[in-house]
Each structure stands twice: as structure tokens, then as C-alpha cells.
């Protein structure tokens, strides 16, 4: 071999090596998942729980980092960051997308479900499933639902009946559905991030909130809140929602076991909230902070009487059929 092409070949060999090990050291691809509540809550847990099995199933080729708390962003910039490029996983409220659909506003429509199995129906069934693409021309794509449960209301002073509302400054997430519930009442309601609702609470600022027991009992929201209804007038449950194009840009067999791990995720955080709907309720009794009010059926028919013309109010912006088919899961 001439001396030319001896050194042409050790320069082929040396590419190689270079390329190669470029290959092996190929840097994994990154998911950031953010959200804002505790780690010991549905999401939290159910988050913590893909992260698990994408470490197991997908080690050095996908990573993923849990933001909780509201540490990397708060509900109401989250879906741009999205967009943007900057966090590729999160599974805001049902309540926090009306900037992108209207048709998930459905979920805020109170005394809409009867319960949690009802939910579950309506969102396995052939119009929850079309909601979760109902995004896509925005740039972003459903994944599948997580629950976290009914919602219960909690103030400073006892409410029994709607008229104890009245007059009453009660933080909502950002939702017209919620704004014109608590309307119905003849409350002022406010738009807030879930990152200041303890402070506001404790400082007075507002005298009540709705959200769930294990959201309750998580933030402390007990301690600040002497009374709490268990109205069950509403569900607060999530979109695990990623950007389109983040997702589609995965290769199809990282794609498919991401999507597994999700799926399993999901089951694993609905077992939880199930639990935690039952446990962190008793917890808060137990501690004798907050007082749990138990409604009477006449009562409780006072509340849906009063709430529940708001659907009329957005039957045109959600779709009657929509809400017909969310009735006839009950
Ligand atoms: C809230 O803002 O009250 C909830 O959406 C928080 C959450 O993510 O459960």
C-alpha cells in the first residue's frame, strides 16, 4: 500500500471510531414534566410513577425530570412553554385549556357527573376520546385523562345553601364555566394560580375555594379553612398533554413505549386517587381543623338548582350533543 493510501485509510478508520462512539454517546432524549401540585398526590405519584418505568424500560434513552410544586411552571404558562419547546410533558386541571378548546370545558359544568365512574365513561367513550385530539391545530395532543375526584367547597364560614355563598370572594382556576358557577351563587369569584391559593386564604384576601380532597389536604388548605362542604358539585381531573410536535418527532419504537409507561402511569394515579379521596378526607376530620359539612338532599338540591342553568349559558359553545352524551353517562 503506498504511503498515501495508508494514510487515506488510517484517516477512514479514525472517522469511524469518532462516529461511533459520537453514536454511543448519543445524548438521550429529555422529558421535563411539570406540574403544581405535591408529590404525594394523584398526579404527583402518578408522575413519579412513569418516570419509574421509563427508567426501567428506556435507561440512557429517554430521561425524565418531575418539576412538582409549581417549581418550573405554573398551570397558566405551562402550555406555552409547551408549545415553545420548553417542557415536553404536563397534565394541567380539565379546567385550565379554555385559551385552546372549548370543548373541554364541558368538564367544569356543575352537578354535570354523578360520580368518578361516570367521568371515566364519558372519557373512555367516543366524545372524550375525540377531546383529547381537540387541540391538535394548536400544537398540542392529549394523552389520556387522570383523575383526581370531586370537588368540595371550602370557606371561612359554614355554607349549607347557596345564600351562604353569597357576597363570598372565592378563588376558581381559569375557567368561564367556573366564573359563572360561582355567579350563580351570587359570589365573587377570582381567577388565581394553585401556587397562591393558601397564602390568599390565609391572609383572608378570599374567603373560600373549591378543589378536592387530596388537594385539600396536600396544600394544608384545611388549616386556613374552618369549613368544608362536601358538596361533590363538580369533577377536577387532568389532560396529560405534550406538544404535537415534540411528539410526533419521537422515533415510533421510543414513541410506543413512552406511550406504555404513560398508560400505566395513568392506571397507577387513578388507583391513587381513588385512595386519597377517601384517606385524605378522613385525615383532614381527624385533625380537627376544619369542620366537614355533610349536606341534606334538600339541600344539596338547593345547590343544583341554583348552579346548574350555567349549562345552558355554554351549551352552544360546548356542543349539546357533547353534554347529552356526558348525561348519559350517569
Ligand atoms: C387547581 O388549580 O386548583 C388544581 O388544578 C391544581 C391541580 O393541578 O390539581
Redesign the pocket.
Known sequence: MSRNKLVLASLLIAVAFVASATIATAAPIVIKFS???AEN?P?GQMANKFKELVDQRLGGKVVVEVFPNSQLFG?NKVLEAMILGDVQLA???L??FEKYTDSLQIFDLPFLFNDMAAVEKFQQGPVGQKMLMSMKKKGLIGLGYLH?GMKQLSASDPLRVPADAKGKKFRI?TSDVLEEQFKAVDAMPLKK??SE?FTLLQTKAIDG?E??WS?IYSKKFYEVQPYITESNHGV?D?LVITSAEFWMGLPDDIRTEVKKALDEAIAFGNDVSEKKAVVDKQKIIDSKRSEVIELTPAERQQWVEAMKPVWKKFEKKIGKEYIDAAVASN
Open positions: 406540574h403544581v401540585v398526590t398526579k398551570d397534565a394541567p386541571s379546567s385550565k383526581n382556576m394560580p394553585f391559593v375555594q378543589n378536592t388537594n377536577l387532568y
